[in-house]
């Protein structure tokens, strides 16, 4: 069974960074892709970004663009959000997942969710 672990969210203060990382255990096979998404309180969960796993190529929410960037290192079955220039907004909690194929909302295992608190 696959099993996705994230973790490296804190407190940080507007403008600050934190890098958060997602581990991938148990695959028979790579996943199409990993994401990123967050939810903040009282909000629905959204899209942050993503990177297929064999061709690394990256997506983004527009409201990340120039901030973010999602990184994965194949050997490790690691993923990373790196997030720069943090903004209060930014707040909530983050969440890994796979997406097992291109089809919209096909998704495999989730992380338990990290924690990302930006103050002001």
């Known amino acids: 069974q696959v099993q996705v672990v994230d973790s490296g969210g804190g407190l940080v203060q507007a403008g600050g960074s934190l890098r958060l990382s997602c581990v991938a255990s148990?695959?028979?096979?790579?996943?199409?892709?990993m994401d990123w998404f967050r939810q903040a309180p009282g909000k629905e969960r959204e899209f942050v970004a993503s990177i297929t796993w064999r061709g690394g190529m990256t997506s983004y929410a527009n409201f990340v663009k120039g901030r973010f960037t999602i990184s994965r290192d194949k050997a490790k079955n690691t993923v990373y959000l790196q997030m720069n220039s943090l903004k209060p907004e930014d707040t909530g909690t983050y969440y890994c997942?796979?997406?097992?194929?291109?089809?919209?909302?096909?998704?495999?295992?989730w992380g338990q969710g990290t924690q990302v608190t930006v103050s002001s």
């Open positions: 148990g695959h028979t096979f790579s996943p199409y892709a």
């Open positions: 997942a796979e997406q097992l194929s291109a089809v919209l909302g096909h998704f495999g295992s």
